[in-house]
């Protein structure tokens, strides 16, 4: 089966987002991260547990860019914990559905966690669903599920995954 040309440049461009969240994140340039959300996008983190049998509990919910916003501050100004990077990485990018004003991709993605001491191990897996529309900037999360495996997550989720 081969890839339309519209089909590869759409690939393209959800992968050059993708990419952008992940260095926004890895390379703690926090402030950018909302941008990649339209104005009333929505940030949500649920377990894959919950996922499955329909329950709307999230670990973390940002319904708005204010909301990211506020949340990077506080990331900045107000909270305390351990310094701490991440590395993201993402795989399986499929186009899920095509609508007239929006695209659903799903993917996997890994998360490594390096603390300040130097030690690196995996946080967290799981897998990205997302809706994603067209702005003049370009592709933006209109919505951002991530549905984490992990069964117990660490007490250190300051950064967003």
């Known amino acids: 089966m081969s890839a339309e040309p519209d089909d590869l ?9 993708f990419a952008e969240y992940c260095a926004c ?3 703690d340039r926090l402030e950018d991260w909302p941008g990649l959300f339209i104005e009333d996008g929505v940030y949500r983190m ?25 949340r990077v501050h506080s ?6 914990y351990q310094a701490h990077r991440y590395r993201h990485a993402i795989s399986g990018v499929r186009i899920t559905a095509r609508h007239e004003d929006a695209i ?6 890994i ?3 390096t603390l300040g001491e130097g030690f690196t191990e995996v946080y967290q897996a799981g897998s990205y669903y997302d809706t994603l529309v067209d ?11 991530v549905v984490y495996d992990t069964a117990r997550v660490k007490t250190l989720l300051a950064t967003p995954i």
């Open 75 to 80: 990331l900045r100004h107000a909270n305390i």
């Open 25 to 27: 994140l890895d390379e």
């Open 111 to 113: 998360v490594v966690q």
């Open 46 to 70: 649920v377990s894959r547990e919950n996922h499955a049998h329909g329950f709307p509990i999230p670990l973390l919910l940002l319904d708005s860019r204010g909301m990211m916003l506020d």
């Open 9 to 17: 440049l759409l690939y393209f461009r959800i992968d050059r987002l």
């Open 135 to 145: 702005t003049p900037a370009g592709l933006r999360f209109r919505q951002r599920l």
């Open 104 to 109: 659903e991709a799903a993917s996997s993605y």
